[in-house]
């Protein structure tokens, strides 16, 4: 008797691990059940992908959702509906909301919000701070936690933690990878009078590369002090990829889709729609982040969606707000550098999901093998689509990258085996569940 799924995707080119190649995939009760030929199986749903990509589901391991406490900006259905429309599978978001997400309590708090409402699955980085230092092992093993996220520059407040004493404190008790935002605080301070009053293309002098190097540089010799293992958010500099190359035994770091695709000669055009922390850079800088792809330094792409409003944007700089959206356009971005020659499919593919799987342990989620949850990013690699801020499910509204052409585009969302998005449209309400953990699953 022929086998029966509940789901057959048929007549793509499935990219993975192994390779790339044609494969049915047969899904049954949210898994992926068989790959081969599957053309004398049945199933109650039978997806044509011929002509299409099947990537294994793609997971952007840095969002700002924004949710609790500033939610005229984003929330969690929002952000998460911009995450689908771009065929992004599931996110971790930041902790550095209203209340900060440095809790027991606060951690459930968002579990419980996102449960079944947002679009895709979720995990939420708690922030280390002073206070909770002594608590972080039992905090980054609860459900739904990524992690713990230190800031040592770029934040005020409790999420501040800029002295290397104050990131020890919080890293001679972590088990797990802990994430940081690498900027020196100490120099940033000294630099403040850098900043020009209405010219954004200054943020990257105030916030130049010495404090982002220092920062590294300080943020692994502490590492190292404490027997840790650490991430490196959004690599900005140069420098930094090459100091990290010496260091990937405790190591890991993040590029993002702007600081590989801006520079600072865009500042005159987009102005502070593109301010962000660390700042987009001079071009020898995305050339060097660049190399950090080509040499396998670089491990994983988050978008570092940072969602703020057009009128908050508005404002003259610095009294601007740095983020920007990034999300929706984490995989269209990608793929025109794709179709452009700067990586290969395979390696872009080892960067959104084998790289989370592998560094941060995510159980079932970041390769397409029986066994796995059927979480799957369909992309069209021939498609030439204009971005634009009409197509954002982003409460924001709006993108750095419109008017700008790509080659290749998401044209389906599949999460856990139920199809989210298709051609654009969202096809099922939120049905988003935490990732789990390998880490936090042992006893």
């Known amino acids: 008797m022929a086998e029966t799924y509940d789901m057959i995707l048929t007549g793509a080119v499935v990219v993975n ?20 030929d599957l053309s004398r199986a049945s199933a109650s749903q039978i997806i044509d992908c011929a002509g299409l990509h099947i990537l294994p589901g793609v997971v952007d391991s840095q969002v700002h959702f924004r949710e609790p406490g500033l939610e005229h900006k984003e929330d969690l259905e929002t952000g998460s509906r911009a995450a689908v429309l771009g065929g992004v599978t599931a996110v971790f978001e930041m902790p550095n909301t209203k209340p900060l997400t440095t ?3 606060a951690l459930a ?36 936690a990524a992690g713990i996220k230190v800031f040592m520059g770029s934040s005020t407040g409790d999420l501040l ?10 890293l001679k008790n972590v088990r797990r990878r802990a994430a940081f935002h690498s900027e020196d605080e100490f120099r940033l301070r000294e630099r403040l009078g850098e900043r020009i009053a209405g010219d954004p293309a200054s943020h990257p002098v105030w916030r130049d590369e010495v404090a982002a190097l220092q920062c590294t540089q300080r943020l692994v010799s502490v590492a190292r002090r404490a027997r840790a293992r650490i991430h490196v958010l959004h690599i900005s500099t140069a420098e930094e990829i090459e100091f990290l190359r010496e260091h990937k035994d405790i190591a890991t770091c993040e590029a993002t889709p702007h600081h590989l695709t801006l520079s ?8 502070t729609l593109i301010q962000m922390n660390p700042p987009v850079r001079a071009a020898r800088h995305r050339d060097g982040i660049w190399c950090g792809v080509e040499q396998g330094i670089v491990d994983v792409l988050g978008s570092d969606h940072a969602p703020h409003t057009l009128e908050e944007k508005a404002k003259p700089y610095p009294d601007s707000p740095s983020g920007m959206t990034g999300v929706q356009t984490l995989v269209p971005t990608m793929l025109d550098h794709v179709n452009a020659g700067r990586l290969s499919l395979e390696r872009l593919v080892d960067l959104t999901s084998h790289g989370p799987n592998r560094i941060f342990g995510m159980a079932r989620k970041g390769r397409i093998a029986a066994g796995y949850d059927a979480d799957f990013t369909v992309v069209d690699l021939k498609r030439r689509v204009t971005i634009t801020n009409e197509q954002a499910g982003s409460r924001a509204g709006w993108t750095p990258y419109h008017g700008k052409q ?9 999460i856990r085996g139920q199809r989210v998005m298709w051609e654009g449209e969202i096809v099922k309400p939120g049905q988003g569940k935490p990732v789990e953990f390998e880490e936090a699953l042992r006893a």
């Open 406 to 414: 790509v080659t290749g585009w998401p044209v389906g969302t599949i």
């Open 17 to 36: 691990h192994d390779g790339v190649g044609a494969r049915d995939i047969g899904v049954k009760d949210g898994r992926i059940a068989q790959l081969g």
């Open 109 to 144: 708090d968002k579990v419980q919000r996102a449960t079944g409402r947002m679009h895709c699955d979720f995990a939420f980085w708690v922030g280390g701070t002073r206070d909770n230092a002594n608590d972080v092992a039992e905090l980054e093993r609860l459900p739904g």
């Open 161 to 170: 933690v800029e002295d290397d004493e104050g990131v020890y404190s919080i």
């Open 264 to 271: 600072a000669d865009d500042y005159a055009r987009l102005g």
């Open 103 to 105: 809790s027991e309590e």
